[in-house]
DNA sequence: GTCTATAGGAAGATAGAC
DNA sequence: GTCTATCTTCCTATAGAC
């Protein structure tokens, strides 16, 4: 009699993952201590995933889609279209100051993609998605606001995930949030000074 | 009869280990894969370095320094005062097209670092020579130009790297140059704009 | 499906002959 | 100092009883 489907023994492990991978990092998220974490015995992982790897693989799916979701939502909460990019920027970094481990989490799993044979792909999508995501509110911030971008949006979708990704690994590092604050802003006046007046 | 000295050994191995970590990634370079690419037997290791973390925190130290002398060179090698920001991106960024693997290993020393208990203030050390070491080069601009900066210096240095790290990053996974020098080129001139008019 | 027990290997580090 | 052989621990994955 199984006190759990196996559907949601997998949901469960991964969640224990995630969870363990954000507290100790990638590298001790070993099958025992996800296992652990999700108090089961050992043996359950491997008639939930066919490895490993498979749960990593799943993971790295899972948190991309759950920011790409994030930073639409952040996005759409905002009234005012003229602060529309302020808003999200400032609601991305709130994310970013309370949850830091995550954004590890991220970095740690994109480079296990990348030297693990096969799995760049999964890296690259990652990314592709971020980058993605990005172009679509920075058309549709365009749209709303009756204008147009004055460079070309994949361009400039790239240099805020550049911005937002080196800002936020700089901030893990040495946690100085003034100054990183003062840079989120200046990057956001520079990225609004790219909308073209509105015909 | 030695056929090297140990503090030769040291070196060798350090250089092996540098070597292998661009190939196959911080993880992948166990004690055993380190002598093995440096053809020594295993139980030299550890009459060289007491532990397998003493010999990373040694390579996390001289990459860093690497690094700072890499971006020093190529901001003096400037003659141009005006081009001076902008050579010394588009240098930077030929390192980085040439040699993304060595970019790569820095990201994961800097995580692993950081998950290492202890080891944190190394990571933070780390990044605050990049950051001290750009600040200096902005402030030599300003001095050589005969002008000063319309913003806080620590600020445009973060900027900066920020810019850089999260760009380079995105490059090494996705590898879309023509994208990637844009916003270089797009920063740069960003950059450029904080400059003032000469007194 | 479920869990215990274990295979089989690779890791960091050391003991001890030379 | 030098190197071989080995200790101990921890890993992923599986075999096999229930």
Known sequence: MPRMAAKDRREALIAAAIRLMARDGVAKATTRAIAGEAQMPLGVFHYCFASREELLQEVITRLAAESVVAARQAFAGAEDPASMITKSLQVFWQGVELHPE????GYELAHYAL????????????YAE?????????????????????????????????????????????????????????????????IAEPS
Chains 1, 2 share one sequence.
């Open 115 to 126: 030297r693990q044979p096969g799995m760049e792909p999964l890296a690259r999508r990652q």
């Open 130 to 194: 971020y980058l993605e995501a990005i172009e679509e509110l920075l058309s549709e911030a365009a749209k709303r606001l009756g204008t147009e971008w004055t460079a070309p949006v994949p361009v400039l979708a790239r240099y805020v995930h550049s911005v937002l990704d080196g800002l936020t690994m700089c901030w893990i590092v040495d946690r100085n949030s003034e100054h990183s604050r003062e840079v989120l802003r200046l990057a956001g006046e520079h990225l609004l000074s790219f």
């Open 102 to 105: 995550e954004q590890l989490v």
